[in-house]
Nanobody, 128 residues
Framework: QVQLVESGGGLVQAGGSQRLSCAASGRTFSLLVGWFRQAPGKEREFVAGLSASAYSASAVTTYADSVKGRFTISRDNTKNTVYLQMNSLKPEDTAVYYC??????????????????WGQGTQVTVSS
């Protein structure tokens, strides 16, 4: 069982930056990890993910088109923590952000069904 706890949310002005953290109770290096978000009245959507590749020792990063070039996902295995660095924030980035982990490190990071564990979420509000 893996428990995930997000932190770092809050209120930020448009154009600003914020970093979210996701602390895992167990080791994360063998897990698929990702960030999703859900705005009021909308479905939960993929933001960024870290997965493994059968062809490379390096982790594979995947981003939603809406955040590509602005957000960066990273992982510190020594701290069992996953981060989401968010730059150039826009009001449309306002949502509850969720950290997620899946047992299949080769899974498709964009798919909700690939994830077995979820955090409780942290609110990010971007003011215009």
């Amino acid at each position: 069982q893996v428990q995930l706890v997000e932190s770092g949310g809050g209120l930020v002005q448009a154009g600003g930056s914020q970093r979210l953290s996701c602390a895992a109770s167990g080791r994360t290096f063998s897990l698929l990890v990702g960030w999703f978000r859900q705005a009021p009245g909308k479905e939960r959507e993929f933001v960024a993910g870290l997965s493994a590749s059968a062809y490379s020792a390096s982790a594979v990063t995947t981003y939603a088109d809406s955040v590509k070039g602005r957000f960066t996902i990273s992982r510190d295995n020594t701290k069992n923590t996953v981060y989401l660095q968010m730059n150039s924030l826009k009001p449309e980035d306002t949502a509850v952000y969720y950290c997620a982990a899946g047992r299949n490190m080769f899974g498709s990071p964009r798919l909700l069904r690939e994830y077995d564990f979820w955090g409780q979420g942290t609110q990010v509000t971007v003011s215009s």
